[in-house]
Structure formats: structure tokens, C-alpha cells
T-cell receptor
């Protein structure tokens, strides 16, 4: 069964460094998402992406964040200058198309630790 | 803005028994979707069940069923014949319906369910 994959599973970085989190959505999906979950807290929406552009972003998704679909298969989240409060689990999700019937499929997540 | 509230941070149930997880939400939308996602210790979130707000009939998926009360803005999940593999965190989620909707999910805080042998 197709699934969303994410790499790496765990990333440790120093404050102020740039990180890129990678996701490979399910191949025939058209809508892509990033969510984050700070330890012990709820899952929060970051950004949605469709047709090679951001369709919606949350207040969390400031100028330090960017997303890209560089080659038609990968979907990346870049944090330019990490802060301690960026430490969280980051989930990628994708869905095929029609809202009425579609399900968002989530990847296993990347745990980001900022020291 | 929409909000989703799960008031039970933790629950436990004996294997083979039934448990109900609560969820309430707030919205001014008339058409929307509600979901329950399961996040086991492996941390990958899996869809358990979904409900379209325009449908009066409660959704069911095998041992999982919901009690959807639109007027009360309540969406509880009932797990029958609980199994050890049901141990997980359960998230209630909301999604708007409509052509301008991006498919963004709004999650509740989660309920940790432990099934005891």
C-alpha cells in the first residue's frame, strides 16, 4: 500500500542553523501539508501546498519557513534559522484530490531537536 | 475560527470492554467534516473514522463508531471490544467544506487511551 515517507526520522541541530525536512508524498496525490507537534501538545497546521504554491499558511509559518516541491516527488520544509522553540515532531501529509472523499495520509514524522 | 476540544487527557479501559472518547468543537460553518485519528507509539497518524456534517447517520468502521450531535457540536468516538492494539493517542479533527477550503485539519489536544489486559 502506498505511504508517505519522511527523512530523516530524527534531526539534531544547533540554534541558528538551517534544516531541511524531506517528505515523499503518495505519488498520485496533489495536495500536500506540513503539521507540527510540540511534545505533549496538539498537532498544529503549518502550511498547505497545491499546484506548486502555498494555498494556506498558519501564523506559525513565518518568514523563517519555506516549502518547495523541487522535483515532482519530494516535498520539503526548510527552516532558515532554527530556534529552540522549533523543537517538535514535524508531520508531512498528502491527499489525492476531492475533499468529499479524500483522506489525508500522514508520514511517520521527523523529530527535530534544536540545541 | 474553529476550535476542537478534547477534555479527557487520559483514559484507560480493560481489554474487550467499551470506551467512549469525547470531542466538542466550535464553528460557524454549516458544512464540514470531522475525523478521529489514531497515533500509536510508532507516532504515525492513521485515520480511524470520518463523518460528513451533512449526514445524519453516524459513521461506523468495524469496532469504531461515532455519536455525532450537530446541534450540540459534539463528536464522540466509541471503541467496542477494545484490543491491546488500540492503545494510542486519539485526536479529533475538524475540516471545513467548500471550494475555498485547502483541506487544513484542526486538531484537538488528544486523548491518550490505554487498553489494559
Amino acid at each position: 500500500e502506498p505511504e508517505v515517507t519522511q527523512t530523516p526520522s530524527h534531526q539534531v541541530t544547533q540554534m541558528g542553523q538551517e534544516v531541511i525536512l524531506r517528505c515523499v508524498p503518495i505519488s498520485n496525490h496533489l495536495y500536500f501539508y506540513w503539521y507540527r507537534q510540540i511534545l505533549g501538545q496538539k498537532v498544529e497546521f503549518l502550511v498547505s501546498f497545491y499546484n506548486n504554491e502555498i494555498s494556506e499558511k498558519s501564523e506559525i509559518f513565518d518568514d523563517q519557513f519555506s516549502v518547495e516541491r523541487p522535483d515532482g516527488s519530494n516535498f520539503t520544509l526548510k527552516i532558515r534559522s532554527t530556534k529552540l522553540e522549533d523543537s517538535a515532531m514535524y508531520f508531512c501529509a498528502s491527499r489525492r484530490g476531492t475533499l468529499r472523499t479524500d483522506t489525508q495520509y500522514f508520514g511517520p514524522g521527523t523529530r527535530l531537536t534544536v540545541l | 475560527a474553529q476550535t476542537v476540544t478534547q477534555s479527557q487527557p487520559e483514559m484507560s479501559v480493560q481489554e474487550a470492554e467499551t470506551v467512549t472518547l469525547s470531542c466538542t468543537y466550535d464553528t460557524s460553518e454549516s458544512n464540514y467534516y470531522l475525523f478521529w485519528y489514531k497515533q500509536p507509539p510508532s507516532r504515525q497518524m492513521i485515520l480511524v473514522i470520518r463523518q460528513e456534517a451533512y449526514k445524519q447517520q453516524n459513521a461506523t468502521e468495524n469496532r469504531f463508531s461515532v455519536n455525532f450531535q450537530k446541534a450540540a457540536k459534539s463528536f464522540s468516538l466509541k471503541i467496542s471490544d477494545s484490543q491491546l492494539g488500540d492503545t494510542a493517542m486519539y485526536f479529533c479533527a475538524f475540516m471545513k467544506h467548500g471550494s475555498s477550503n485547502t483541506g487544513k485539519l484542526i486538531f484537538g489536544q488528544g486523548t491518550t487511551l490505554q487498553v489494559k489486559p
